[in-house]
């Protein structure tokens, strides 16, 4: 099995549950969201196979650990979106696709969920798996900050790799094919591994038997070639015009599924469109009655087509992951991706009926053969490890980030900063040394800890920013007035002029007139300047993106629908939220 960054400890495969050392582990926590049917697909299938290697596992929906209920406003919200405003939503996810770190705004959302996704890891649980990436930034957060002691993995969904996905702090990244696993390793993941895809086992290659029986329960036609249209659970996306168009090339008949969409059930049959479904329970035999799927956002129905042996075409896709995931299925060699209407009816007759068909079966069933353990045997061999092993990496983990804490030093009210055990610091704590580090807590590292690193060959009041943290920056530098020093980028000043010091009443102590306290002590630190101009201006155009979407995309069209003064925006969402049915 290829790795990359293996989780493992790099070794060639990863172990079954039962080679493990040691007592078993029992209990394993699986995160997932609501947000259409993919997320939670995979949770259910990766919580059947912990089953089978005989963990317990704890199930939970993201969305339900957001406060004050805006996780039904955030599943809202992002279905309005790419309902109404497919446009917006574009630009946003074009606009955030590689950054190395969420918005503020994202931030400020996810960190009120820390206590709740705390709150579902028991003393017994062993791993915490992540299929979905709000889940995974606030597990990796949790992981940095010291309170999460187990592992945790995130489990890649989708074919393609948003920035989100990828948060420091998460163990291991398990990714279905190599092409995704490539991209979240360029995206600064660690412990990335192919694993395999997630479905269910009823999805496998059809007989003709099959082909019939299934045919005559979905009373399709015999003898005509279908092509099975998909949209997910939310049925969004062009799909009448998709459905008109497959008709119209004469090549297939379109068997659309419209998932919970009734009204584009409705349209379609109003469009002559002869085979709508709503809903099925029953997709494996579906599938198996068809002989080519369409799709337009590549997530777990693509997968599911993959291993029933079913060639896949994208087609009219969603914005944002719509269009990411058919680039990476073609990469990949899965799918290929029709961006023109007239590529259409060639594509669609070179996979019924030219060897092209062949190929891509042979693809997607090589697809589900070719990983030597799955995700559930790689999460399992993650969760045996021993704790003591877990620490270990955690902090390997925080000193590659440069993470630091604060420990009493010498004279009363004083503070020192410096990375434990860092060879080569001035003022380093060697590992296992006793002294003032044995009796920091990790609420004081966590919370209180003034954050300084001490630079060789700078004089001792200068110390060097890191990234994200309160820290005193100020270096001599020659050629400025006398009695000045040059604030680093990143503070509020540029040029600051040295005061001289004054003792403190009743202290010997000289406190630096620039200093500020801190929760340890009096040291000197300087305020980090707020975010750039450029991630200031991005924030604001999310945030009023979003202000807009909320308001016109989803306000709007409910007021039209629940018969309210057009003006009457937030009254209608209060409605919807509310769950009434007009």
């Known amino acids: 099995m290829p790795y990359l960054d293996n989780p493992a400890d790099g070794q060639p495969g990863v172990p079954s549950a039962v080679d493990l050392g040691g007592p078993r582990p029992r209990r394993i926590t699986v995160i997932s969201a609501g947000m259409g049917a993919g997320h939670d697909g995979a949770a259910t299938e990766l919580t059947r196979h912990l089953a089978a290697l005989g963990f317990h596992v704890d199930r939970h929906d993201f969305l339900d650990l957001l406060p004050a209920g805006t996780g039904k406003l955030l599943c809202a919200s992002y279905h309005r979106l790419l309902t109404w405003v497919p ?91 190599a092409v995704p696993a490539a991209q979240a390793h360029e995206q600064g993941a660690v412990g990335v591994s192919v694993t395999g895809p997630l479905t269910d086992p009823r999805f496998t290659p059809a007989t003709e038997a099959d082909r019939r029986a299934a045919r005559a329960r979905f009373a399709l ?70 002989d080519v799927l369409v799709q337009n956002a590549g997530g777990l129905t693509s997968l599911e087509a993959l291993a029933s042996g079913l060639p896949v075409v994208s087609y009219r896709c969603i914005p944002g992951h719509g269009h990411t995931n058919a680039a990476a299925l073609e990469e990949a060699g899965l799918a290929p991706w029709i961006r023109e209407p007239d590529h259409l009816a060639p594509i669609l007759a070179e996979l019924l009926h030219g060897p092209r068909r062949e190929t891509q079966r042979a693809a997607g069933l090589a697809l589900y053969a070719s990983a030597a353990a799955g995700p559930a045997q790689t999460v399992a061999a993650v969760a045996g490890r021993p704790p003591s092993v877990v620490r270990a990496k955690a902090r390997a983990r925080a000193r590659a980030w440069g993470r630091t804490v604060a420990v009493p030093s010498e004279g009363p009210g004083l503070t020192a900063a410096v990375r434990p055990g860092a060879p080569g610091l001035p003022g380093a704590i060697p590992s296992g040394a006793p002294g003032p580090a044995a009796g920091v807590v990790p609420d004081q590292v966590r ?103 909320v308001s016109l995309g989803i306000g709007a069209p409910l007021a039209d629908a629940y018969g309210d003064a057009p003006a009457h925006h937030l009254g209608a969402l209060t409605h919807y939220l509310e769950d009434d049915d007009r």
């Open 221 to 290: 036609p015999e003898a005509a070639p279908l092509a099975l249209l998909v949209a997910g659970s939310w049925g969004v996306g062009p799909v009448r015009e998709a459905a008109a168009e497959i008709r119209d090339t004469g090549v297939a008949e379109p068997v659309v599924v419209c998932g919970r969409n009734h009204a584009l059930a409705e349209r379609l049959r109003a469009d002559g469109i002869t085979h709508v479904h709503e809903w099925v329970d029953d997709m494996p035999g579906l599938m198996h009655a068809c």
């Open 447 to 549: 919370r209180r800890a003034a954050v300084r690193r001490a630079i060789p060959g700078l004089p001792a009041a200068a110390r060097h920013a890191e990234p994200g943290l309160p820290v005193d920056n100020r270096r001599a530098e020659p050629g400025l007035p006398a009695g000045y020093r040059r604030v680093e980028p990143g503070l509020h000043a540029v040029l600051r002029r040295v005061m001289p010091a004054r003792p403190a009443a009743g202290s010997a102590a000289p406190v630096l007139a620039e200093s500020a306290a801190t929760g340890l002590g009096a040291s000197a630190v300087a305020r980090p300047r707020p975010s750039t101009r450029r991630t200031r201006r991005r924030t604001t155009l999310m945030l009023a993106a979003v202000a807009a979407t």
């Open 87 to 177: 446009a917006g939503y574009q630009c946003l996810y074009a606009a955030t696709e590689h950054d190395r770190r969420p918005s503020p705004a994202v931030r400020v959302l996810l960190r009120g969920a820390r206590r709740r996704t705390l709150a579902t890891v028991t003393a017994d649980t062993r791993a915490v798996v992540s299929t979905y990436p709000g889940a995974s930034q606030v597990l990796g957060a949790l992981r940095l900050r010291g309170r999460l002691a187990i592992p945790a993995l995130t489990y890649l969904t989708d074919f393609s790799v948003h920035s989100l996905w990828v948060a420091p702090g998460i163990d291991a990244h398990l990714a279905a094919h």
